[in-house]
């Protein structure tokens, strides 16, 4: 790809950028959100044309009209959002569009054995007949990449593929790639995980604005290299720490239970204290933040906040006892993806910006204009729709709506997951300064290096119980200790 510009309406999001990929090779493109990565991946995909520049395949020119003219020549896209269906088998998924058939029946058995021999190629366990609907994510993350992989590509695009994966599985999903390499499939990769970039990659471009920045040899850059590349500037610490006064306790919650998912959580929170809540997936870290906010009612326990007893029975009630919160599934339960920047930040705070039931359209545009400049959203309209922007400045979005309505207690679930280092050091100044307004603060975090930099505490659940509470300064082997049950309170 030579040259490539590519502009949306207000937004030049490629400006002459080059990527080249040798068969065999994995070549990582990293950049902030919002850089552009997803955008050259679809120019290549044929999702979009090019205003300018070329792209050439094994040294000839193409023009890559459509996502069939580009599947058909060698180009498979891996995309974040996944594209199978759930109701078919994994076989069927895998082969749709190419399904074996005689006189027009399909061959139910030539099906089986043809996507047994793509997984087993990819060295992937997975049953051919299972429905897709009934597997894990990174499962059928795999059946995706096998679905690709079963046209027989020259280039596999993976945008983000471990954004929701754990160790484990990114370590499965490595193993295929490598597969695929062996096989002379040219792999581009993207991830904001850059030890993953280093450790899988022989070369690395960053992108910074729709600009191409550098393209490297991943042996001769370091993690801290690439990010200064990625912001333009040298970030000391990803998890910038503000230093805040603790003062009284404004969140007392006394033997919160649900049965079945969490036991007798007893737990305070102090103005401008950030408690970090941490455990393992499953712990039950997320229905304790839903119980206190009211998403899902508790079997038990009080909750107390500035001293006063509260009953919350529903969202309506916490947020009117002074509690917010900004949910791990930001597509699911943070956004309204279909209206604007602006009416996302004003959605919570209607009574503040109208006037008998009238929306003041002026008053609600300052405010969100406002917000959205605090949290410097970019790029920096309130008016396109809210998933036109990234996923990091979506969040920004669902922080500004929070804190538009002046939370006591503010309760975080996953706030900086499957987003950039800068962005990630924008939400922490952001966290940093509401804890200086006094805000008490639950961060949920399954980022250990996230949890131990900014908690001033941390209480770690292990299977619906409290395992230990630890003061600021812990180590991460002692959180690691508590969350798999080694050690209780
Ligand atoms: P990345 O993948 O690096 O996070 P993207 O390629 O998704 O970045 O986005 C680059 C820029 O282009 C962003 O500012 C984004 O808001 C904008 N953009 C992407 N797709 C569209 C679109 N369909 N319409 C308008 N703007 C878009
Ligand atoms: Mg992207």
Redesign the pocket.
């Known amino acids: 790809m030579t040259g490539i510009s590519k502009s949306?309406?207000g937004?030049r999001?490629l400006s002459e950028v080059d990527l080249d990929v040798a068969a065999g090779e994995v070549h990582a493109v990293v950049?902030?959100?919002?850089?552009?990565?997803?955008?050259?991946m679809k120019v290549l995909a044929g999702v979009y044309q090019p205003d300018e520049g070329t792209i050439e395949l094994e040294g000839a020119a193409v023009r890559l009209a459509d996502p069939i003219e580009a599947r058909r020549r060698g180009i498979g896209m891996v995309y974040q959002e996944l594209n199978l269906v759930p109701d078919l088998t994994v076989a069927e998924n895998i082969l749709l569009g190419s399904t074996p058939s005689r006189l027009g029946i399909v061959d139910r058995r030539a099906l089986r054995e043809q996507a047994r021999a793509v997984l087993d190629e990819l060295d992937a366990r997975i049953h051919t007949d299972d429905l897709v609907g009934s597997l894990t994510v990174s499962q059928q993350q795999i059946v995706e990449i096998a679905k690709v992989y079963a046209a027989r590509p020259k280039i596999v695009v993976l945008?983000e593929p471990t954004s929701s994966l754990s160790e484990h599985e990114t370590q499965a999903l490595f193993r295929i790639i490598g597969r695929m390499t062996d096989a002379g499939i040219a792999v581009i990769y993207?991830s904001h995980r850059l030890r993953e970039v280093l450790d899988i990659s022989q070369r690395v471009t960053v992108?910074r604005d729709?600009r191409l920045v550098e393209t490297r040899s991943t042996s001769g850059i370091s993690a801290a290299e690439m990010i200064r590349l990625m912001v333009g500037r040298d970030l000391t610490e990803v998890f910038p720490k503000t230093e805040v006064e603790i003062g009284d306790v404004v969140l007392d919650v006394r033997g919160l239970t649900r049965s079945g998912e969490f036991d007798d959580i007893s737990l305070t929170v102090r103005s401008g204290e950030i408690l970090g809540l941490a455990g393992l997936v499953g712990a039950g870290r997320t229905e304790v933040a839903r119980a206190i906010f009211g998403l899902d009612d508790a079997d038990a326990g009080t909750i107390e906040v500035d001293g006063t007893a509260v009953r919350i029975r529903g969202p309506r009630d916490a947020v009117r006892a002074g509690i917010a919160y900004v949910p791990e599934d930001r597509k699911r339960d943070g956004i309204v993806p279909q209206l604007s920047i602006k009416d996302n930040i004003s959605l919570s705070v209607l009574d503040r910006v109208s006037v008998g039931g009238w929306i003041r359209p002026g008053a609600e545009r300052a405010l969100a204009r406002q917000k959205a400049e605090e949290l410097s959203v970019?790029?920096p309209a309130i008016a396109?729709r809210i998933d036109?922007?990234?996923?990091g400045?979506q969040q920004k979005v669902v922080f500004a709506k929070w804190l538009a309505t002046g939370p006591r207690v503010l309760i975080l679930d996953e706030p900086t997951r499957g987003v950039d280092v800068g962005a990630k050091a924008d939400i922490h100044t952001i966290i940093g300064e509401l804890a200086a307004q006094g805000t008490a603060i639950i961060l949920i975090s399954s980022e250990l290096p996230e949890v131990l930099a900014v908690s001033d505490r941390i209480v770690v659940l292990h299977e619906g119980r409290i395992a230990a509470e630890l003061p600021r300064g812990a180590a991460e082997h002692e959180v690691m200790h508590a969350a798999t049950g080694e050690v209780s309170s």
């Open positions: 949306f309406p937004i999001a950049g902030e959100n919002g850089a552009g990565k997803s955008t050259l945008d993207i992108l729709g970019s790029p396109p036109t922007l990234s996923g400045n």
